[in-house]
């Protein structure tokens, strides 16, 4: 079943912070996060295996509650090249063989 | 460079014109796969490979074949291509884990096909 990613768009200016939800209605194995520029193909950011690890990246981070079956992204003094559409991926069976994502967020950074 | 080849990155098809998207990688994954993208759905699986003579289906398989012969190239074959399987596809690789080790995937540039 789909992951359901919040909010659907969000335009921020240069320097503000952002923060995108993923959630599942079964329990995770771990989530993944891709960054995908318009005609481009998805890019790798990060992964969040169980146990509520929080990860870094730059500027992005991302935590992963288990409880909650969520992981959330957070896009620190966000600059330009962060636009992009955000995806989650979700795995349920601990080998990434069928990675579910969402639908997707929108993020538009503006000068 | 390590990547993911996908080819051809646009193709316009009539209705039932077989047709085979190829997917080449050069960096010895075991894990590939292929998905769609089709605009308010998201990235959807249609197959998997874990390795070579190893495929199994994902969420959308109907109306696609893949095959798994090299460990290197996993191509896409649509036997009698529909208007609704017009979409972006991306092929996508990653080093295969057991339950316990996860690894991100690599995807290819996209093959954008029209079936008119």
């Known amino acids: 079943q789909q992951p359901v990613q919040s909010p659907q768009a969000v335009i921020l200016r240069e320097g503000e912070d952002a923060v995108i939800n993923c959630s599942s209605s079964?329990?995770?194995?771990?989530v993944h996060w891709y960054r995908q520029k318009h005609g481009e193909a998805p890019v790798f950011l990060m992964i969040?295996?169980?146990?509520?690890e929080q990860k870094g990246h730059d500027k992005i981070s991302a935590s992963f509650n288990e409880k909650k079956q969520q992981s959330s992204l957070y896009l620190t003094a966000s600059q330009l090249s962060y636009s992009g559409t955000y995806f989650c991926?979700?795995?349920?069976?601990?080998?990434?063989?069928?990675?579910?994502f969402g639908s997707g967020t929108q993020l538009t950074v503006l000068p | 460079e390590a990547q993911v080849t996908q080819n051809p990155r646009y193709l316009i098809t009539v209705t039932g014109k077989k047709l085979t998207v190829t997917c080449s990688q050069n960096m010895n994954h075991e894990y590939m796969s292929w998905y769609r993208q089709d605009p308010g759905l998201g990235l959807r699986q249609i197959y998997y490979?874990?390795?070579?003579?190893?495929?199994d289906k994902g969420d959308v398989p109907e109306g696609y074949k893949v095959s798994r012969k090299e460990k290197r190239n996993f191509p896409l074959i649509l036997e009698s291509p529909s208007p609704n399987q017009t979409s972006l596809y991306f092929c996508a690789s990653s080093l295969y884990g057991d339950r316990g080790t996860n690894y991100g995937y690599t995807f290819g540039s996209g093959t954008r096909l029209t079936v008119v």
């Open positions: 991926g979700t795995d349920l069976s601990g080998s990434a063989r069928q990675l579910t």
């Open positions: 079964k329990a995770l194995y771990s």
């Open positions: 490979s874990m390795n070579v003579e190893v495929t």
């Open positions: 969040l295996l169980k146990g509520g």
